[in-house]
């Protein structure tokens, strides 16, 4: 199995994080392996979430929908997707850029519904000084 490196490489100064929902699957398998070949040693991520491998018919061992965490009047929304790209690099300019052409050729088959700018704070910490990282 191959792995993307962009889930596990250093904090990228910049990001751009976008979810999709499935509009037309019918053409986005077709799409995903274009994306797929395009993203190969980007250092971006694509992610396939549930509502997508389902809709294609794909069993994919471990992928399970959110959980619902909510209790005692207390809401934490699962917000699940069909597809999760994050775009890493240097220049917030061109990122944003590779984001809106994605949304483009993404378009014929996925509806974005969510599109967030991330960046490095610190050395790679938290809003809070906390250095996070998965040994922690």
């Known amino acids: 199995m191959n792995h993307q490196s962009g889930i596990l490489d250093p904090i990228a100064d910049h990001a751009v994080f976008m979810e999709f929902d499935a509009v037309d699957l019918l053409s986005a398998a077709d799409l995903l392996d274009g994306l797929a070949s395009r993203f190969a040693g980007t250092g971006h991520v694509l992610g396939i979430g549930r509502p997508l491998a389902d809709g ?38 061109a990122l944003d850029e590779s984001a809106s052409a994605l949304g483009t050729t993404l378009s014929s ?11 490095k704070y610190e050395g790679g910490r938290d809003l809070t000084g906390y250095e996070d990282g998965t040994e922690n």
């Open 109 to 119: 088959c996925f509806s974005l519904a969510e599109k967030t700018g991330g960046f």
């Open 56 to 93: 294609l018919g794909a069993a994919v061992p471990g992928l399970d929908p959110f959980p619902d965490y909510s209790q005692g009047g207390l809401s934490i929304p699962s917000t699940q997707h069909a597809l999760l790209l994050i775009l890493r690099g240097d220049d917030p300019a």
